[in-house]
Nanobody
Framework: QVQLVESGGDLVQAGGSLRLACAAS????????MGWYRQAPGKQRELVATIARGGNIAYADSVKGRFTISRDNNQNTVYLQMNSLKPEDTAVYYCSAVDTNNRIFWGQGTQVTVSS
């Protein structure tokens, strides 16, 4: 099993910045892709960004140029730097991890609220 713990969610004004962190523990040796998803009230969970162990990165079109995902393999932590935040970025942000057996693990989520 893998445990994921997110931190960094907060209330911020539009145009502001936040940095989310997700620390992985447990059976982490086979982790491959880690990433961030978000779910706004009344909407489905959607991809924000992912990063593979080898460094391949993917972003949702809505966050390209504003968000940056990074990963510290030594500390088993993935980060999401969010700049130029918009009210539509308001959501619960979830960390995810996929291992080499394609098992998916989720964190509990951290709330990001952007006020206009």
């Amino acid at each position: 099993q893998v445990q994921l713990v997110e931190s960094g969610g907060d209330l911020v004004q539009a145009g502001g910045s936040l940095r989310l962190a997700c620390a992985a523990s447990g059976s982490i040796f086979n982790l491959n892709v880690m990433g961030w998803y978000r779910q706004a009230p009344g909407k489905q969970r959607e991809l924000v960004a992912t990063i593979a162990r080898g460094g391949n990165i993917a972003y949702a079109d809505s966050v390209k140029g504003r968000f940056t995902i990074s990963r510290d393999n030594n500390q088993n932590t993935v980060y999401l730097q969010m700049n130029s935040l918009k009210p539509e970025d308001t959501a619960v942000y979830y960390c995810s991890a996929v291992d080499t057996n394609n098992r998916i693990f989720w964190g509990q989520g951290t709330q990001v609220t952007v006020s206009s």
